[in-house]
């Protein structure tokens, strides 16, 4: 591995132009005691620094490249399309399609509108579930992330938990004050809030498999119970599936589990790597969004031709036969082979999959909410991470975070990341 001279001088540079030298705060890397790389490329499950260092990534840019870098089917449909022009702030029959397949895909949807980012189709849905129910509280879970909109970055994860952030100054008490936060997996909680306050909840927002508090799959019951409530008590809930959206399953964690939420909301593969985001539900939710109804949302770059294309061929790969269940199995592969060098190393710890999203925590019991994760050892992570990225291994600057398989690994790739972890752990547990 070669000293990361270029990526050192970049971020030097940055420190000076761009607050904290990046974009989005967890690549700082700041929380594992290191400085962010400046990536030059990326092909396949392999991600190259700015100093020509070789990386297998796992965080496959948060997500959405679950075919792996640089597919050539992504690749050919962008340059397509690129060649008609890369926006026209009008419709085209891409948009079309890529509704199309998204609402075929997914149980709970009738309509679709595309944005550009998470953080939009959450906000979006917000709106959408206070202007149909006329009720202002929404009910999320700690350590839940749905993006950096004010209404809901209270007890957030992601970025926030990473930067132990309580609430972020700049969003005022009397918006925050409409958003109620229980722990995640708290079927009991959640019952004792509908109980009491059911009648003024606008909307329930939940991501089904937690991925920004590291992995946390739901307790069985937990999202039924949310289901039942929020019917029970006409407020909306919303599922999002930015994350989990075409990753933990074709028709994401609703098919997965098979619960039908109101709204959902979808970002990351989607866009096959460029900026987009969508939310969608029931026809008779949609039809509230201008302009068929009175709930506003736009956006000059919505349904950008190059992020839909992208999305349109990388959603006809994630179609194969077989797909989703060749990346199952290697990402059991992966877990299995890092519990077992964890035991090696005497080193307690919880790893766990959905799907190809997986999660790791340095700590003896299993990690059932935000509460659970914040007692495991930080420190310990931070080392691992450092060694890991040492060893040429990608891994999320935060134990707060999931890590993302792709098409692109192969098995060899991921012994050599297991024979990196022994070696890590073993470290580790010698030092301890
Ligand atoms: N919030 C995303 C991760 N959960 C993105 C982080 C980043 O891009 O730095």
Redesign the pocket.
């Known amino acids: 591995m070669k000293a990361a001279t270029k990526s050192r001088q970049l971020y030097q540079h940055a420190l000076k132009l761009i607050p904290g030298g990046?974009?989005?705060?967890?690549?700082a890397c700041k929380s594992v005691g290191a400085d962010p790389l400046f990536i030059q490329k990326a092909e396949g499950a392999v991600i190259v620094d700015a100093d020509a260092n070789r990386y297998i990534d796992y965080i496959g840019?948060?997500?959405p490249m679950i075919l792996g870098h640089n597919h050539p089917a992504v690749l050919k449909a962008i340059t397509r399309v690129l060649a008609r022009g890369t926006s026209f702030g009008a419709p085209t029959d891409l948009e079309v399609e890529l509704a199309d397949m998204v609402v075929r895909a997914v149980p709970a949807l009738d309509m679709v509108r595309m944005v550009n980012s998470g953080t939009e189709a959450a906000m979006s849905a917000i709106r959408l579930a206070r202007g149909v129910t006329r009720r202002d509280l929404v009910v999320k879970f700690d350590g839940c992330?749905h993006?950096h909109a004010d209404t809901l970055l209270v007890a957030a994860?992601?970025?926030v938990a990473t930067l132990g952030i309580p609430g972020s100054p700049g969003v005022p008490r009397s918006i925050a004050g409409h958003t109620l936060s229980l722990p995640y997996n708290d079927s009991a909680g959640f019952e004792k809030l509908m109980r009491e306050k059911g009648d003024r909840i606008a909307g329930v927002i939940v991501e089904p498999v937690a991925?920004?508090m590291g992995l946390v799959a739901p307790a069985p019951g937990f999202l039924e119970t949310l289901r039942t409530l929020t019917a029970k008590h006409g407020a909306i809930l919303i599922f999002d599936e930015v994350?989990t959206g075409f990753r933990v399953a074709y028709g994401g964690a609703q098919a997965l589990y098979r619960i039908a939420p109101d709204l959902s909301c979808f970002g990351k593969i989607i866009g096959g790597g460029l900026p987009v985001g969508a939310y969608g539900g029931r026809q008779e939710i949609m039809a509230h969004i201008a302009p068929q109804g009175p709930v506003y949302q736009a956006g000059t770059l919505s349904g950008n031709p190059l992020a839909m294309a992208a999305g349109i061929a990388t959603l006809k790969q994630l179609q194969k036969k077989g797909f989703y269940q060749k990346l199952e199995k290697k990402s059991a592969r992966l877990v299995s082979g890092l519990a077992q060098a964890a035991a090696q190393a005497g080193i307690p710890v919880q790893v766990d999959h959905v799907g190809s999203m997986l999660g790791l925590f340095f700590c003896a019991a299993p990690v059932r909410s935000f509460e659970d994760a914040k007692t495991c050892d930080l420190k310990r992570f931070a080392t691992f991470y450092r060694g890991m990225r040492a060893a040429g291994v990608y891994i999320?600057p935060s134990q707060f975070?999931?890590l993302f398989l792709s098409a692109a690994h192969t098995n060899a790739h991921i012994d050599t990341t297991v024979a990196a972890a022994e070696k890590v752990l073993g470290r580790l547990g010698q030092a301890s």
Do not use: F, K, Q
């Not at 990046?22 to 690549?27: D, F, H, I």
């Open positions: 990046v974009n989005s705060p967890v690549r840019s948060w997500g992330y993006g994860g992601s970025g991925g920004n994350m999320a975070e999931a």
